[in-house]
Structures are given as C-alpha cells and as structure tokens.
Nanobody, 119 residues
C-alpha cells in the first residue's frame, strides 16, 4: 500500500514564508512526477507546481518566482518552499505522485495540509 504524508503548513502573515514536505512510502517501484496542488474553499483543485524524476519543473503562473519545488529521489520526498505569501495562497495543499506500484502507474494523493495567509 502506498501512502503520501505531508508536513508543514500553518498560519503565516502576508509576505512570509512556509515550507511543505511530502514523503511517499509503501510498495513503490518508481516515481514519475511529484507535485503540489491546492484547493481553496469554493474553488477547484489546481496545480501549484510539479517536478519530474529528471528534475524538470512546471509552475502555475500565480506562484512562479515565489515558490520553489524540489525532490529527493533517494528518499521519495518532494518539498515546496513558498515565499512572499499572500492571502490568495490560502488553501489546502495536497501532495501528488504518479508512481509505479506493482505493475501499473497510478496517481496518489496525500490528505492535505492547510496553509493560511493572514494578518
């Protein structure tokens, strides 16, 4: 069984920084893409950033230049450094991984961690 467990998040003032981490564990043969999505109340879940196993990254326009995604392939972890946070970044952030377990690639999700940007 595969699990994605997020850590980090919390409450931060506008202009502040937070770091999120996610570790994938279980019966994992290979991880393709890892990433972070977010969902604010009343909104659909949206991509924040993703990174391939080769290190190629993609960011949503709204976070480019402020957020940095990274991963450690040896530890099956992905991290998101968030700087210059603003209230519009408030959401539940979900870790995602497309990975090979047993004989098929599937998408897996963490349970989410709350990020609140408020003064």
């Amino acid at each position: 069984q595969v699990q994605l467990v997020e850590s980090g998040g919390g409450l931060v003032q506008p202009g502040g920084s937070l770091s999120l981490s996610c570790e994938a564990s279980g019966n994992i043969l290979r991880i393709n893409t890892m990433g972070w999505y977010r969902q604010a109340p009343g909104n659909q879940r949206e991509l924040v950033a993703r990174i391939t196993d080769g290190g190629s990254t993609h960011y949503a326009d709204s976070v480019r230049g402020r957020f940095t995604i990274s991963r450690d392939n040896a530890k099956n972890t992905v991290s998101l450094q968030m700087n210059s946070l603003n209230p519009e970044d408030t959401a539940v952030y979900y870790c995602h991984a497309n990975l090979l377990s047993r004989s098929i690639y599937l998408d897996y999700w963490g349970r989410g961690t709350q990020v609140t940007v408020s003064s």
